[in-house]
């Protein structure tokens, strides 16, 4: 109990920080001064403070897994996993700008891809599409998705997330059980 208190902290104070300051002017030192703790408890919790940041998106991405169901749509599902971005948007920036940006790609990737394959999988049902067509569609949505989360966080996230997500939903509503038919009727061919 004691342990996940005090890696909790390390994460939460780091995040604050983040909020406040560019991700390379952050050191181990500022941390454990922040939380009260030695160095050598730092490091038995995480080697730099990359390993913090690496944590934080894995931790986030599995909140999103966990919270996202079959009754979300897939801009629910969508926004439940980028409420991380939408509360830390400073600290999204900073991670952005950073050396590190490639963490936050990855994640959003991650999310992107959970979120439209459980998606297609539940449009699917009854539809007789191929396993390949399926992951095909959830894969071309991923990539549209994390592309405009990305050129959103370059924007400085400008405009409303949940505004933008539900008018590409309303759009584009329809053509993944469209496609899904398609791949179902090219089979039967």
Request: proline letters at 1%.
């Amino acid at each position: 109990m004691a342990q996940q208190y005090t890696r909790k902290m390390i994460r939460d104070v780091f995040i604050k920080m983040l909020n406040e300051r560019s991700l390379n002017k952050i050191t181990v030192k500022d941390i454990v001064r922040a939380c009260g703790v030695n160095r050598n408890t730092f490091y038995y919790y995480y080697t730099d403070v990359y390993a913090i940041l690496s944590e934080i998106f894995q931790t986030e991405l599995q909140a999103a897994i966990d919270e996202y169901n079959d009754t979300l749509s897939w801009e629910e599902g969508f926004l439940v996993a980028t409420k991380f971005a939408s509360e830390n948007r400073k600290a999204i920036y900073h991670v952005y700008d950073s050396m590190q940006r490639e963490e936050l790609e990855n994640y959003i990737y991650n999310v992107s891809g959970t979120v439209m394959i459980r998606y297609v999988e539940k449009v699917s049902d009854g539809i007789s599409a191929s396993s390949g067509d399926k992951k095909l569609i959830a894969s071309f949505y991923q990539c549209a998705l994390t592309e405009m989360v990305l050129r959103w966080i370059a924007s400085r996230m400008k405009e409303d997330p949940d505004t933008i997500i539900r008018r590409i939903g309303q759009l584009f509503d329809g053509n993944i059980a469209l496609s899904l038919k398609r791949s179902a009727s090219l089979n039967d061919v």
